[in-house]
């Protein structure tokens, strides 16, 4: 299903969402930057944004949340499953972290299904954007396929005017679900596309793909088999010197998703929470188990474990590339540690 | 990680002071919401800034402020032989603090600033954490410590479960938060090697971290000299004081 719908559609669509229970988020300029936000009008979501400096993710796997409510009483204890939050409809997606979501949903829906992240991610809707190119020089999508997306969203909007920094006014809405068809029909809003706006979102996609340069100098589908022989490398004890294993990557990456859990009781000591937790696989005590013992004591073997998860395991475990080449890695590292560069050294090593 | 000593049912507590500006002790009085519940678990007996009896029959003993004078010498161990289980809390008492920024002054210079012509009668050591004097069984770091850390502890001591501070850096919990990192913004600041549990409250307001909880276990401060001089046109003598402001006292040093 395909409309053509108007900005100011866009902007009905998120507030008649607001009217009927839904949270609404999307990017929001703060000073430099924009931000994924809950907003109070449509019209505040600015759909033309370069990159969020988080991806959406927290909004389906929240950075602490409340797992669940315990009591201990004189003879039993109860514990109540805490339930998600509030409907969301997410608008203003790029692909690269509709990808991610789409990670996110096989990595939380296979094995032992997770519960409150699949509550979140039924009661959401995900509207995503196309965009013109590369959103600044840290991304590399394009080498990891982050730029295409075929999954995570339920409409694609396609910008039928404008350009880079310049919000269009016409967008083309391709439905990718059955949710997306039911926003578009709910709504009764824009127009069948005509063959002119056929034939704009063509051109947008030709000049978007024209846009996306490669930076790696190889396929990324050899990555598994690069890191196959780099497990040795001195790279990554180089590296380590100037790493402070401080998490920042993991925690801004769309597709890091470790956490941890933690009982927190009340004064009482009679009653509490469990709470999860992000995670990262750099932080010191991450692979610290039961009696004490850490199984990635330095920072270069924690380092590693990253790349690996990122170009190379989850591939293997998930059949999908665990880096979206967002860049938000890179732009997060006071050190300045960048995953392109390692990824290219390692290549040149052999 | 120490496992909390056997305690009365209603453990006894007290709260010391030592030079500094007593703003830990304070902070214990602003946990207005559990306040009263702490006190319905637990039986102060001894603490200044909130009462004026006096008993030394003491489980827990909490000390805020740096070992700075000869008296605070004997304080502090007096504390400890008086208390069951002994807690440094606040920057001063777990590293030194501020305080020890007078270290790095000429004594005569800084006496004669702070008590004028009088400045002979005060007599002075170089600043530093009850931890240089006595064995500390916890230390609740921070300017002040965070009360809520506070609360946290009162609970492992009451299920004696062991209690431990985070490991992660300030980092951590501004990524949790969503804030912009400072750096984005050209402010270098010292979250990544500072140990985590204020809630980043300094970034959160914009201002850069400068350290107050002290160190995490393992920071890399190679990195850290390194990556400030060489990536942010920092002066190294600049990366030390910003170092200095609350851990002069530390072990780890800048190589």
Known sequence: MERVVTANELAAIADEAMRTGRTVVGPVRRKERYFYEAVSRGADLALDFNYCVYSPRSFFLPSSETVLSYSIGTKEVKAAPATGGTPLLIMGVHPCDCNAVALLDAVFGSGVPDDHYLARRKDSIVVAVDCHGPCDQTAFCRDMGGNEAKEGFDVMLTPLNGGKGQAAERYLAAAATERGKELLAYNKVGKAPANADKDAAEKFREARNANFKKKLPYEAEKLPEILDRSYNSLLWQVTAKRCYSCGSCNLVCPTCYCFTVKDVPDLSCASGRRVREWDGCQLQDFATVAGGHNFRPESSSRLRHRIFRKGKWIKEQQGRMGCVGCGRCDRACTAKISVVEIYTQLAEER | ?255
Do not use: H
Not at chain 2, 28 to 55: C, H, P, Q, W, Y
Not at chain 2, 150 to 170: N, R, T, W, Y
Not at chain 2, 173 to 201: D, F, Q
Not at chain 2, 230 to 253: H, P, S
């Open chain 2, 1 to 255: 990680m120490v496992s909390p000593a056997p305690v009365s049912a209603k453990p006894k507590i007290a709260v010391f002071s030592l030079t500094g500006c007593e703003g830990c002790s304070l902070a214990i009085l602003e946990l207005e919401d559990v306040l009263l519940d702490i006190l319905g678990k637990f039986e102060v007996v001894n603490f200044r800034e909130a009462m004026t009896e006096r008993s030394w029959d003491i489980d827990i003993g909490f000390v805020d402020g740096a070992v700075s004078t000869p008296s605070d010498v004997e304080e502090v161990k007096m504390f400890r032989e008086k208390s069951k289980v002994l807690v440094a809390i606040g920057a001063c008492a777990c590293t030194g603090g501020i305080n020890t920024l007078k270290n790095y002054q000429n004594e005569e210079d800084y006496r004669k600033y702070v008590y004028g012509n009088k400045w002979n009668v005060f007599p002075t050591i170089p600043a530093q954490p009850c931890s240089a004097f006595v064995k500390v069984d916890y230390e609740l770091p921070g300017c002040p410590m965070n009360k809520f850390e506070f609360a946290e502890l009162a609970k492992s001591v009451l299920l004696g479960k062991p209690f431990k501070l985070p490991s992660d850096p300030v980092c951590v919990e501004c990524k949790k938060k969503g804030n912009l990192c400072l750096y984005e913004k050209g402010l270098v600041c010292l979250g990544p090697v500072t140990r985590a549990g204020c809630g980043a409250i300094c970034p959160t307001y914009g201002a850069k971290c400068e350290g107050c909880r002290g160190l995490v276990d393992k920071p890399n401060l190679q990195a850290a000299a390194e990556n400030m001089v060489n990536l942010y046109g920092m002066k190294i003598e600049d990366v030390l004081a910003d170092f200095r402001m609350f851990g002069a006292y530390q072990k780890e040093r800048i190589p």
